[in-house]
């Protein structure tokens, strides 16, 4: 069975680079609960695809800057 | 914890006191050793019936402290917010009653995550509801008494319904995936 990926996400960072967007000023952007956001920063959920493009979408982002999981970073630091 | 945390747990609490009041009911007016079916049958369905309008009942109460105890933070954040705002530019009452409203429509709203949450809940309190059958249809084909074997079949469904519950704080609290 492969080993599952850990996915870490930045949300946090920017949403603060997004003039201090608040969680529920995310929520309601992309159509969700403010607890999924919250769940979501926290890593305690990992969003389906539609969801992941809608919050990448918001910050004007790719959904790579949003969401990155273990092996890209290890990619990165390399 | 987070809403959907809060109300599962609240949930669980009230269908466990519903189940042990039950549970005595029955015992002490002999159900379980009882031979006319038709006096379980109409007892469980009383039963089922109370259980159901307490339960919407509980959930209304919830919903109405929920939205208090919001509008309560929600003042004091005000306060503080009004005291290092003494210029008066901002309307506050607007400002609050909207907030309010915005934390609790995005509360109670349904999404991916509570959807998932439900998703993986139900198995579980369909295969606690499917051993309950089956351990009825043992005692039943072991010769046990027919009240006996419905009292088990009957309370499955509470069972079923507070394991699935606590598994909603479990999920609530320790966070779900999609594997």
Known sequence: MPKRLAITNNIRRLRFFANEMTQLDLAECVGCSR???????????????????????????????????????????? | ???????????????????????????????FTSVSIQAVAVTM????????VTAILVQIVFFIV????????????????????????VNFRDE??????????????????????AQKVKQVALLVVGFGFIAALVIFALGGSPAVALQIQFLSFPIGAIAAEILAVKYSRNGIGHA
């Open chain 2, 66 to 89: 929920f939205s208090i105890r919001t509008t309560i933070h929600d003042a004091i954040e005000q306060q503080a917010c009004r005291s290092t705002n003494s210029a008066g530019t």
């Open chain 2, 96 to 117: 609050s009653s909207r907030n309010i409203a915005r934390i609790l429509s995005s509360s109670t709203s349904e999404d991916e995550m509570t959807r998932l949450v």
């Open chain 2, 45 to 52: 369905l009383i039963a089922g019936g109370i259980s159901i």
């Open chain 2, 1 to 31: 914890m987070t809403f959907a945390g809060v109300r599962a747990l609240i949930s669980a609490i009230t269908v466990a006191t519903l189940t042990l009041i039950y549970l005595i009911y029955a015992y002490a007016t002999g159900l």
């Open chain 1, 35 to 78: 607890q999924t956001i919250m769940a979501l920063e926290a890593g305690k959920y990992t969003p389906s695809l539609d969801l992941a493009f809608r919050i990448a979408d918001v910050f004007g982002v790719s959904i790579t800057e949003v969401f990155v999981h273990e092996s890209a970073k290890d990619t990165q630091d390399t």
